[in-house]
């Protein structure tokens, strides 16, 4: 994902959603205040992309870092809006140790904010196995070796997923579901294959 966000100039965005697929989800939603705690990560959603949810969440989190004085507001901020300050920090030291490696193979990050596209087909390029079509005559999606995915009820994608998405990760409950979900185009697919191909 990160070779391939250098390629496509979001190399800035794709660090901070690496990191976040590499730590544990910070959102909390205890039993007792489920819609509260969802009514809360409202402002982190994106219609399209739950991994644009990331995004929106980290600059949240960059900001109140800015402006919270001390340790105890910042985890005030955190727990205010049903958010884990340990899982918080360990995402951005994992974020700090991803951007220490591109900066020793002396890769420069974006400056300008890169667009959906991009980013997508840099993740696409580590999640091809996560991806998965809208099956026509029922509400599931067919993923690889026929396996028929759900997409949560707390998803924001839950009924505007589109006809082709990938996940973050896919997971067995009661049900196989696709978690963190964003909307693709096949010919990503198509273009992502040939060219890792020729690698």
């Given at each position: 994902m990160i070779v391939a966000a250098k390629d496509e100039g979001c190399l800035r965005e794709?660090?901070?959603?690496a990191a976040a697929l590499s730590s544990q989800d910070p959102r909390e939603r205890p039993q007792e205040k489920i819609g509260t705690a969802d009514a809360a990560h409202q402002k982190f959603a994106d219609e399209k992309s739950e991994f644009l949810g990331w995004i929106k969440l980290w600059q949240w989190y960059e900001q109140e870092l800015e402006h919270k004085k001390s340790q105890r507001k910042l985890v005030q901020a955190c727990h205010a809006n049903f958010l884990s300050a340990?899982?918080?920090?360990?995402?951005?030291?994992?974020?700090?140790?991803l951007h220490?490696?591109?900066?020793?193979?002396?890769?420069?990050?974006?400056?300008?904010?890169?667009?959906?596209?991009a980013i997508h087909r840099a993740l696409l390029t580590g999640l091809l196995g996560n991806i998965g079509c809208k099956s026509?005559?029922?509400?599931?999606y067919l993923g690889a070796r026929g396996i028929?995915?759900?997409?949560?009820?707390?998803?924001?994608?839950?009924?505007?997923?589109?006809k082709w998405l990938m996940a973050g990760e896919i997971t067995e409950t009661t049900k196989l579901y696709a978690r963190c979900v964003a909307r693709i185009e096949p010919d990503w697919i198509e273009?992502?294959?040939a060219h890792l191909l020729k690698r």
């Open positions: 794709v660090l901070v959603i340990l899982r918080m920090r360990e995402w951005r030291d994992i974020h700090t140790q220490s490696l591109v900066g020793e193979l002396n890769w420069r990050l974006n400056d300008l904010p890169a667009n959906y596209d026509e005559d029922s509400g599931h028929k995915l759900l997409i949560p009820p707390g998803s924001p994608l839950q009924k505007k997923a589109g273009r992502i294959g």
